[in-house]
Nanobody, 118 residues
Framework: QVHLVESGGGLVQAGGSLRLSCVMSRAITSVFWRYRMAWYRQTPGKQRELVATVSSSGGTNYADSAKGRFTVSRDNSKKTIYLRMNDLKVEDTAVYYC?????????WGQGTQVTVSS
């Protein structure tokens, strides 16, 4: 079974930055390459929402709330995706989840907490 492990969350003040990482284990590089990877986030009482995606070829898309502030990237050789978050806002506070998807399979990480204080 594929496993995703996120790291890099923490407590920051508004305007600060964090970089999240997500590593895929139990998979070879060629398998990781196949997946569309994404970052989602969720707060208690809210539905999990999409933040950013990065395709198997490196193309990216962002939620409106993330555009201009967040950057998602992937390193297929390391089976890792990243989310660089700049100019963080209180509204960005959430548990951030890594997601891997293709037509056959979908996997989720355990999440990493990001808390932005005013």
């Amino acid at each position: 079974q594929v496993h995703l492990v996120e790291s890099g969350g923490g407590l920051v003040q508004a305007g600060g930055s964090l970089r999240l990482s997500c590593v895929m284990s139990r998979a070879i590089t060629s398998v990781f390459w196949r997946y569309r990877m994404a970052w989602y986030r969720q707060t208690p009482g809210k539905q999990r929402e999409l933040v950013a995606t990065v395709s198997s070829s490196g193309g990216t898309n962002y939620a409106d709330s993330a555009k201009g502030r967040f950057t998602v990237s992937r390193d297929n050789s390391k089976k890792t995706i990243y989310l660089r978050m700049n100019d963080l806002k209180v509204e960005d506070t959430a548990v951030y989840y890594c997601n891997a998807y293709d037509f056959q399979d979908e996997y989720w990480g355990q999440g990493t907490q990001v808390t932005v204080s005013s």
